[in-house]
């Protein structure tokens, strides 16, 4: 039974996110249909719940995951994104498919939390220039 209520939480925020729902909010009402479908006692949810709310881990990958977002948006307020998008377009000989690959992979490889959102405003911008939509 437990692993058909995680198929169906699953399931259920891949809908939730393809009808653009919020994504946090689709994944909250799957992590509650996991609640109530799995064999677990609520004694156990509530537990991990609290867990989950007071564990200073938590809280800090929230900061980590706040400060990067605040991070890009400093980078593109104040046009350093763009001078970073120029030497990564120089570095991968003009060509913006070259960056695009190069951008995450670099950023990617340092052992940072959050290494893919500090990459998401560059790989944006790289795009932009070379002409491809967000998809």
Known sequence: MGFYAVIFAIILI?????RKLNTG?????????????????????IEALITALTDFNTWTLTA?????????HVLKASGTLDLMVDKMLALSAGDPRWALVLV???????????????????????GDRAGLNAE
């Open 104 to 126: 995450p992979g670099v950023i990617g490889s340092l052992s940072v939390p959050g290494g893919a959102m500090m990459s998401a405003p560059m790989v944006d911008r790289l």
């Open 14 to 18: 891949m809908y939730g996110v393809r």
């Open 25 to 45: 909010l689709a994944m909250l009402i799957g992590a509650a249909a996991l609640a109530l479908l799995a064999p677990v006692r609520p004694t156990t949810v």
């Open 64 to 72: 980590v995951v706040v400060l990067i977002g605040i991070l890009g």
